[in-house]
């Protein structure tokens, strides 16, 4: 008889953007000629640029010419890919990382999910909270937390890092010691950053105590001030303790397209094993690879033309969070976020929690935004909303907050 993952069950279920999409499905039926505007979700709008489009069509052809075409990519990725991003985002930074330490893979998110099969299950994890929810889940459904507890909304046997306003939602160092440390900056959902003082702080106690930090920088290319690390191995020592998770996703708008990658140091250990052969095995076992086409359209993110394209819509995008942190302020409402990241994290008004503001805010002001609580309790009264919409949508939104 063929058994379950009994792991499976322990998660209760993502209910937060099904339960948004209901919410304003019902407001849609009841008020048809509503204008809603969606500042929730975190994807992007604009397309993509035409360098990285040019390429991307070169690449196509390429694939149907006998002696241009490709078949299955090497098992770390294209090296002109990999050499740029070495040089780019690492060496130029006078980060030590070299191109054959970077896996190129079809997102951030299945590398963050995935990089815990390399680790036992008998380590004991470390997340914020609020947390980009694929760090927990994929621990869960590796069976490395315990039981769902409904009432804290927390998982047992899993170190929750608390993140408020009260320690400008970045985390103080836990006393009880975790294995494994997810980092997440600048950060989904509250659009905190670290200085790399701080930064340095976290690389030093895991190297004191053995933890590895999985730090995910997929909104690096939204940092606009200095004195915020673009990568953890800015950091002294983070070779010995840290992989680091990047995407192009939102620094060029692959969503759809799907390119990211995952950086290994040759020689950072755990067990008294390196970690970068576990993580080739596991590459080349479960994983084809990217497609080249979109390898190639990446690379033309590190072109002098790709860059100032890029450049230029991620500017757009902080132009429209600018327009949300001064709209809220105007409006009396207390946020963070919005500088160094495309996320604007609000403060409930009158103590309502974050869904009583969800319902609020679609009823009065037809503008959709996503509750903190969704992202973990410490989440709860607070709201997120994000500067992926148009410009003329956030404009119209931050006139409706004046009103509400
Ligand atoms: C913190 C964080 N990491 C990773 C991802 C996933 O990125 P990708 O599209 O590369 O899978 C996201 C996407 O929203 C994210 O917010």
Not at 220 to 248: D, K, L, M, Q
Request: glycine share 10%; proline share 5%; charged share 25%.
């Amino acid at each position: 008889m063929a058994h379950i993952n009994k792991n499976y069950l322990k998660l209760p279920g993502s209910y937060l953007f099904s339960t948004i999409g209901k919410k304003v499905r019902e407001y849609q039926e009841a008020n048809p000629d509503s204008d809603i505007i969606r500042l929730g979700i975190g994807d992007v709008t604009q397309p993509i640029a035409p360098a990285i489009i040019s390429s991307l069509h070169s690449a196509v052809d390429e694939m149907g010419s006998a002696d241009s075409f490709h078949g299955y990519a090497p098992d770390l990725g294209y090296e002109f890919l990999r050499s740029a991003i070495a040089k780019t985002d690492y060496q130029d930074r006078s980060c030590n990382i070299s191109a054959d330490e970077i896996f190129i893979s079809d997102g951030a998110k299945c590398d963050c999910g995935n990089i815990q099969e390399i680790f036992g299950l008998d380590n004991r994890i470390a997340v914020c909270d609020p947390v980009y929810p694929v760090y927990v889940d994929s621990n869960v459904m590796a069976g490395r937390t315990g039981e769902y507890d409904p009432e804290a909304g927390r998982f047992k046997d899993v170190i929750y890092m608390t993140c408020r306003s009260e320690n400008g939602f970045v985390p103080e160092l836990p006393e009880e010691k975790p294995d494994l440390i997810y980092l997440c900056f600048p950060n989904n959902p509250t659009g905190a950053v670290i200085k790399t003082a701080e930064l340095q702080k976290w690389v030093d106690y895991a190297r004191k105590n053995g933890s590895i930090i999985l730090y995910d920088a997929a909104y690096e290319a939204y940092i606009s001030e200095a004195g915020v690390p673009h990568s953890i191995y800015e950091c002294e020592g983070a070779r010995e303790c840290a992989i680091e998770f990047r995407s192009f996703s939102k620094t060029a708008g692959f969503t759809g397209l799907r390119l990211g990658f995952t950086v290994i140091p040759k020689d950072l250990e755990a067990d008294g094993e390196k970690l970068w052969p576990l993580w080739a095995r596991r590459h080349g076992t479960k994983y084809n690879g990217a497609p080249y086409i979109v390898q190639r359209a990446g690379e033309a993110v590190y072109t002098p033309e790709g860059r100032a394209q890029i450049t230029e819509q991620i500017a757009y995008y902080m132009g429209n969070a600018k327009i949300i942190k001064e709209g809220l302020a105007k409006a009396g409402f207390e946020a963070s976020g919005g500088v160094n990241a495309p996320y604007i994290w609000l403060r409930t008004p009158d103590g309502m929690t974050s869904w009583e503001f969800f319902d609020y805010l679609l009823e009065k002001g037809g503008v959709v935004g996503t509750p903190g609580s969704g992202f973990g309790p410490a989440g709860e009264y607070y709201f997120r909303l994000t500067a992926f919409g148009s410009r003329e949508n956030t404009i119209k939104a931050m006139e409706r907050f004046s009103n509400l």
